[in-house]
C-alpha cells in the first residue's frame, strides 16, 4: 500500500548484502538505527535499520517532508551503528512512492525519474554503490502483471 497511489505493482525487488569487511571499507554504507518511538510517538513500532539516504516522511504542523535518515541522526535515538553484516532491499514500482516500514512513511526511489536530479544526488550516489551492475546484488524482477 503506498500513501498517495493506493495499490500498486511492485516491478522488482533488489538486495545486496553487506558483511563487516565490506562495510570497513565502505563506512559510507553503515546502516541507520532508527529506534522505536523515535520519529513521532511510537513510532517506528520496531526498531528499523536503513541506509543513511533512505528518506523518511516528517511531519509537521505546516508542512510534510522527506528527510534522508543520515540527516536525521542525533546520536541516540536515530544513529548510525556498526554491525556484522546488513542487508539492504529496494522495491521497485513505476515511479516513486512512499510506502510503510514499521509504521512509519518512507519513500521507495526510482531512479530512473532522478537522472540528473541535484538535489537528489546523495539517494540516487548511493542506489548506484548498493546495485551496481557486477557488484553482489540479486535482483527479483517482477512479471509484467507484477510480484
Same mark, same amino acid.
Given at each position: 500500500?503506498? =500513501? ?11 538486495? =545486496? *548484502?553487506?558483511? +563487516? ?13 532508527? @529506534?522505536?518511538?523515535?520519529?513521532? &510517538?511510537?513510532?517506528?513500532? &520496531? ?7 533512505? =528518506?523518511?516522511? @516528517? !511531519?509537521?504542523? *505546516? ?12 546520536? %541516540? /535515538?536515530? &544513529? @548510525? ?6 542487508? +539492504?532491499? %529496494?522495491?521497485?514500482?513505476? &515511479?516513486?512512492?512512499?510506502?510503510? $516500514? ?5 519513500? $521507495?526511489? !526510482? ?5 540528473g536530479d541535484v538535489p537528489r544526488a546523495a539517494q540516487t550516489e548511493e542506489y548506484l554503490e548498493?546495485? /551496481? ?5 540479486? @535482483?527479483?524482477? $517482477?512479471? !509484467?502483471?507484477?510480484?
Amino acid at each position: 500500500m503506498t =500513501r498517495d497511489d493506493g495499490l500498486q505493482t511492485v516491478r522488482s525487488v533488489r538486495r =545486496r *548484502d553487506f558483511d +563487516y569487511g565490506q562495510l570497513g571499507s565502505a563506512p559510507q554504507m553503515q546502516p541507520v538505527l532508527v @529506534t522505536v518511538g523515535a520519529v513521532s &510517538r511510537g513510532l517506528p513500532e &520496531r526498531e528499523l535499520l536503513v541506509s543513511p539516504s533512505l =528518506r523518511i516522511l @516528517t !511531519q509537521t504542523a *505546516d508542512r510534510d517532508q522527506l528527510v534522508a535518515a543520515g540527516e536525521m541522526t542525533d546520536g %541516540h /535515538a536515530i &544513529r @548510525t551503528c556498526s554491525v556484522l553484516g546488513v542487508r +539492504y532491499v %529496494h522495491i521497485g514500482f513505476d &515511479r516513486d512512492e512512499v510506502i510503510l $516500514a514499521n509504521g512509519i512513511w518512507v519513500e $521507495a526511489f !526510482q531512479l530512473a525519474e532522478r537522472q540528473g536530479d541535484v538535489p537528489r544526488a546523495a539517494q540516487t550516489e548511493e542506489y548506484l554503490e548498493l546495485f /551496481a551492475s557486477g557488484q553482489d546484488s540479486e @535482483t527479483v524482477v $517482477a512479471r !509484467q502483471d507484477g510480484i
